[in-house]
Structures are given as C-alpha cells and as structure tokens.
C-alpha cells in the first residue's frame, strides 16, 4: 500500500488569507488546471475565496493531455462553466484566454461605457502548485514578469501586473489543508505539485507504474520495453534494466528508475495523457 500523502506549508495559511482580503478587488478568478489531472488540480476548498466571482476555468498544459481534457471542458461547458484548453506556450491560447475574458465582462464594460467611463477588469489567478499560473500570466502579459519553475510553491507572494486591457492578480499555489481522495493526491505527485523533497520517489513512481500500465500499457511497452502488467514490481525492474539503471553487483538502481520515470512523465516523453475521466468527476467543479 502507498504511502498517505499530506503536503500543506505554513505560507499557504497565509497566501490564502491574502487572497480572501483582495477578493472584493477582483471583477472575476482565472482558475488554473492541469490538463492532465483537473480533478487533483481543483481546490474546492478555494470556494470560499472565490465566493460569487465569475469563474474561467483554464485547462493548462494541454499539449501534454490527450483527449480526455477535452471531456473535462465538454463537461464544464455542459455546467456553464466558462473553460478554455490552454498551451502556455503558445500564442494561441493567448487569444483564446483573452477572448473568453473579453466576453466574461463585456455586459459590464458596455455599461461601464455607456457612463463615459472605461474599466480595466481584475482577475485574480488562482490554482494548485505547479499548474503554470505564472506561465499563463506571462503569456497574458507578454513579457516574462511572474518567476517561474518546475518545483512547486515557486510563487509566494500576491502580487498585481497589467495584462493588455486587464489586471491580473498573481498568487500563489495553495493546496487543501488535507486530501479527500489519495488517488487524486498521487496525481498531484505524479505531476510535480507536491514538493518532491516530503515524497517517497520510489513509491510514487511504483504507483504511476501501475496506473499507466491500467491507462495506457503501450506507452510503457514503446519507451521501456515493458510487456507484461500484470507485476508492478516486475515492471519496475523491466524500467531499469531498459534504462541501464544497475549498481555495482547487478543490483538495480530504483532511486534512478524513479525520476527517470517522473521525469519523463511530467515532459510528456511518455506521451500526451489524462489520469481522470470527466465521468468520475461530474459534480466536482463549482
């Protein structure tokens, strides 16, 4: 049995006290996803911070997800939800977002105007570590202006930038202060939300072995060989072996195995994938 995962750092408390104070500054909440994993990458408990603000739901690093992400947007559409499938490394997706945003605020802005006053909208970006909120803010902002990287909690303060004809409140990444499900939590491991250093590697990458290998067993035979799964411990070793992972006495190096695997989970070596089905999730998204 894995380990229970339990992550929640004390700047968190704090960043999310933040956030409920500037919340009556904000006209809506840009609320980041992983497209991956939108079901790990949802924080109900940030309901209470968004409180009634309009909501766009931005479905992140979909160039690294298959077709499963677009059921999680069908399924917020479905709801009401505004979503947009979002790369954001990519121009396009700056469209798209701005599009969206645009239409969010357009019955406001046309009253603002017919006042003789002309508003620039807030929002207030939010989401679980390591989602690329930062990303999506330089994108939006055309300049890198919001610090960025691939271990998660990067981002620590609240802080205001100018995006086109919108102002955007970059925040940090705040988890739930306890997991409901351990199955969505590993998803947050698997994709580099958790802070790597509290994590046992070996038992993260053992379980992502097995739920690839449920999910997509010929992704696991065309990068490492592996073509039996009934064995997550033999499929383990088959990585490995593959890899040229071995000490000294032919024993193998697990430790190596693991952030191999991780590694090339999380830059889409192993290819594009989404670990829920929108199914399962139905009545999640707020």
Same mark, same amino acid.
């Given at each position: 049995?894995?380990?229970?995962?339990?992550?929640? *750092?004390?700047?968190?408390?704090?960043?999310?006290?933040?956030? &409920?104070?500037?919340?009556?500054?904000?006209?809506?909440?840009?609320? #980041?996803?992983?497209?991956?994993?939108?079901?790990?990458?949802?924080?109900?408990?940030?309901?209470?911070?968004?409180?009634?603000?309009?909501?766009?739901?931005?479905?992140?690093?979909?160039?690294?997800?298959?077709?499963?992400? =677009?059921?999680?947007?069908?399924?917020?559409?479905?709801?009401?939800?505004?979503?947009?499938?979002?790369?954001?490394? !990519?121009?396009?997706?700056?469209?798209?977002?701005?599009?969206?945003?645009?239409?969010?605020? &357009?019955?406001?802005? &046309?009253?603002?105007?017919?006042?003789?006053?002309?508003?620039?909208?807030?929002?207030? #970006?939010?989401?679980?570590?390591?989602?690329?909120?930062?990303?999506?803010?330089?994108?939006?902002?055309?300049?890198?202006?919001?610090?960025?990287?691939?271990?998660?909690? #990067?981002?620590?303060?609240? /802080?205001?930038? /100018?995006?086109?004809?919108? !102002?955007?409140?970059?925040?940090?990444?705040?988890?739930? *202060?306890?997991?409901?499900?351990?199955? +969505?939590?590993?998803? +947050?491991?698997?994709?580099?939300?958790?802070?790597?250093?509290?994590? !046992?590697? &070996?038992?993260?990458?053992?379980?992502?072995?097995?739920?690839?290998?449920?999910?997509?067993?010929? /992704?696991?035979?065309?990068?490492?060989?592996?073509?039996?799964?009934? !064995?997550?411990?033999?499929?383990? =070793?088959?990585?490995?072996?593959?890899?040229?992972? #071995?000490?000294?006495?032919?024993?193998?190096?697990?430790?190596?195995?693991?952030?191999?695997?991780?590694?090339? $989970?999380?830059?889409?070596?192993?290819?594009?994938?989404?670990?829920?089905?929108?199914?399962?999730?139905?009545?999640?998204? $707020?």
């Amino acid at each position: 049995m894995s380990k229970t995962i339990q992550w929640f *750092p004390g700047h968190m408390t704090r960043a999310m006290r933040d956030m &409920e104070e500037k919340r009556e500054l904000c006209d809506g909440v840009i609320c #980041v996803l992983d497209a991956r994993a939108p079901a790990a990458t949802f924080n109900k408990n940030l309901k209470k911070i968004f409180g009634g603000k309009p909501i766009l739901y931005l479905l992140n690093k979909a160039d690294l997800a298959d077709g499963g992400a =677009e059921g999680f947007r069908k399924l917020l559409a479905e709801k009401g939800r505004n979503c947009v499938l979002c790369n954001a490394a !990519d121009n396009g997706s700056k469209r798209s977002v701005f599009r969206e945003l645009s239409l969010m605020t &357009e019955e406001k802005r &046309e009253r603002a105007q017919d006042k003789g006053v002309n508003r620039t909208f807030r929002f207030m #970006v939010a989401g679980i570590p390591n989602t690329g909120k930062s990303t999506v803010v330089n994108l939006l902002s055309g300049q890198k202006r919001a610090k960025t990287g691939d271990k998660a909690g #990067v981002t620590r303060d609240v /802080r205001w930038l /100018r995006c086109g004809a919108f !102002d955007l409140l970059d925040t940090p990444g705040t988890m739930p *202060p306890a997991f409901d499900s351990q199955l +969505l939590a590993r998803h +947050l491991a698997y994709i580099g939300s958790i802070n790597d250093d509290i994590l !046992d590697m &070996e038992d993260i990458a053992f379980e992502l072995l097995g739920e690839l290998a449920e999910k997509y067993p010929e /992704r696991l035979t065309e990068r490492y060989g592996i073509a039996e799964f009934s !064995d997550k411990a033999e499929m383990y =070793e088959t990585l490995c072996r593959r890899r040229g992972f #071995v000490l000294k006495g032919g024993e193998l190096d697990y430790e190596r195995g693991a952030k191999a695997l991780l590694d090339d $989970f999380r830059k889409g070596r192993i290819g594009r994938v989404c670990l829920e089905s929108a199914a399962d999730y139905s009545d999640l998204f $707020f």
